[in-house]
């Protein structure tokens, strides 16, 4: 039986890293299976998690000093709620894991804690049903287990409830960063093409120059939405996700503008500020899928009337930037 | 949690309470506190706080609660959007 410690080591602070920044997110798994944290007997309490690193070291951490059994579920190395509601985090898997591990072999009661937020995909009567097994659904957070376990497996209210706090939004913005990689890469190819086409056919020292000038707009417009939108949530006036983007993207719009504006045409000077508030619109839009309280109906609602004005505004852009060298 | 309200009205839960059995493991998983049991049945506090995660439903034992449950993410919504137009059906998110 595999032992887990309820410290972390120098690698788990790198792999954490790895994993906040993006670089390792989609590979930063644990081996499915049933682990001992302390020493557990037949009587330990069986705490089910996903196979996601980050999930299965938040619960380990939270354990010190307590005796129980970690049943890791495979979720493909996804995390608990988002597998859940992917549907790798489900009863079937659930059943899987209980008679893969022998877990019957080695407790003697008929039990399951498993962390609230998997409840999405695991259907509490249908465990039951397949192998006799209670479940028991724990608090949100790993880190309330101790209170649950000792209050005799009770919550209170404050543990059954998400939170998005400044911190918990904080660590997503490098993976929110992280994603932009690759269509970033696409972009300045793209951008510094368009921008040295002018009444010379193609302009090298205009491609740099005018280039830089909206890449510059771009990063100012993901800082909007991909940095001060998740930050300021809470403030940004609006429901929807892609005005909150245009609100925080305001500021670096402006900012662009009193930067760039003495070099450049009026044309150019509304696709800049257009342009960066495209990009802050659209990131921020983006972000719904990383909070905990956007729900499909609202998503697919204002994405119906932001998706269209941020392409008018990026075709409007386009059109400005290129006419600019011309007027 | 209250510092956050998303868009009103457009949230598909429903509650029948005629099957309902009271037996309030739906109030016990919702993730936004607005499932109670009260004399009259299920009670849903504040609809529009709903983000239709499906954790209710899933574990009714009699089908009281419906919801189309999902993923509230732009990027999977294209993402379904694009598989749609094309006719593919492989579904790859971000997480």
């Not at chain 1, 989609?26 to 196979?51: D, E, F, H, I, M």
């Amino acid at each position: 039986m595999p032992q887990v410690a309820a410290t972390a080591s120098i690698r788990d602070f790198w792999g954490t890293i790895g994993a906040r920044t993006g670089v390792i997110r989609r590979n930063y798994k644990v081996a499915p299976g049933l682990y001992a944290a302390g020493s557990p007997g037949p009587q330990s309490p069986v705490l089910v998690t996903a196979n996601y690193k980050l999930s299965f070291d938040a619960l380990r951490l939270s354990l010190a000093g307590i005796d129980a059994w970690l049943l890791v579920v495979d979720t493909r190395g996804i995390n608990v709620w988002c597998a859940a509601g992917k549907g790798s985090f489900s009863t079937s898997e659930v059943l899987h894991s209980v008679h893969h591990s022998r877990l019957k072999e080695v407790v003697s009661h008929r039990q399951l804690i498993l962390p609230q937020l998997a409840a999405t995909g695991v259907a509490a009567q249908a465990v039951r049903k397949g192998c006799g097994c209670a479940v028991r659904f724990g608090p949100v957070r790993a880190a309330d287990l101790p209170a649950f376990l000792r209050n005799s497996m009770q919550c209170d209210e404050s543990m059954r409830e998400v939170t998005f706090s400044l911190r918990e939004r904080a660590v997503l913005i490098p993976v929110e960063l992280f994603l932009l990689a690759k269509p970033l890469l696409a972009a300045i190819v793209l951008v510094l093409i368009l921008s040295g086409i002018g009444p010379a056919i193609f302009s090298p020292a205009a491609a740099l120059n005018r280039g830089l000038i909206l890449l510059a707009a771009t990063g100012l417009g993901i800082i909007g939405g991909a940095v001060l939108a998740p930050l300021l949530l809470p403030w940004l006036p609006g429901r929807q996700f892609w005005c909150k983007g245009l609100v925080s993207g305001a500021p670096c719009a402006l900012s662009a503008w009193l930067l760039f504006a003495p070099q450049l045409g009026l044309p150019e000077q509304l696709a800049l500020v257009l342009w960066t508030e495209t990009v802050s619109s659209y990131l921020a839009m983006n972000f719904t899928g990383s909070t905990p309280f956007t729900s499909p109906s609202g998503v697919e609602f204002e994405m119906r009337r932001g998706l269209p004005a941020q392409l008018a505004a990026a075709c409007l852009t386009l059109a400005l930037w290129l006419a600019g060298p011309f007027i | 949690m209250h510092d956050y309200r998303y868009i009103d009205g457009v949230v598909t839960l429903e509650v029948d309470r005629l099957r309902c059995v009271a037996c309030g493991n739906c109030v016990v998983v919702c993730p936004h506190r607005i499932l109670s049991l009260t004399a009259e049945g299920l009670e849903v506090s504040d609809r529009d706080l709903c983000m239709e995660c499906g954790a209710c439903a899933r574990n009714c034992p009699v089908e009281a609660i419906t919801v189309s449950p999902g993923v509230g993410c732009a990027v999977a919504i294209m993402t379904a959007w694009i598989n749609r137009l094309v006719g593919r059906k492989v579904l790859s998110g971000c997480c």
